[in-house]
């Protein structure tokens, strides 16, 4: 079973930066933050896999946010530095985990495990 604990988010000017963290228990092969407007489809912002590091963008926030995970026995800390906010940027998180490899690690239906969502508004 995997557990997730989001935290961080809020509101910022654009411009501004935000962090967020996922506190992820439990076995996982990658971690995404995902977010969603209203009215759109969820969307993939980054991932991490679990074993080895690799990192995946989308390009909407590529060069503008940053994945990072810190590991030890019982958990893994995993934050979104998210740097230069536009107010397109404004949406709700989620932080979710995976427990098999899939090749597309910014699908959400790859996900089997989603964090409770924490809302992000950056205004002009």
């Known amino acids: 079973q995997v557990q997730l604990v989001e935290s961080g988010g809020g509101s910022e000017q654009a411009g501004g930066s935000l962090r967020f963290s996922c506190v992820v228990s439990g076995y996982t092969t990658s971690v995404g933050w995902f977010r969603q407007a209203p009215g759109e489809e969820r969307e993939g912002v980054a991932a991490?896999?679990?074993?080895?590091?690799?990192?995946?963008?989308a390009d909407s926030i590529k060069g503008r946010f940053t994945i990072s995970q810190d590991r030890d026995s019982s958990k893994n800390l995993v934050s979104l530095q998210m740097n230069n906010l536009k107010p397109e940027d404004t949406a709700m998180y989620y932080c979710?985990?995976?427990?098999?490899?899939?090749?597309?690690?910014?699908?959400?239906?790859?996900?089997?495990?989603w964090g409770q969502g924490t809302q992000v508004t950056v205004s002009s």
């Open positions: 979710a985990a995976a427990q098999n490899p899939f090749p597309a690690p910014l699908l959400a239906s790859g996900y089997n495990y």
């Open positions: 991490i896999y679990t074993f080895g590091g690799a990192t995946f963008y």
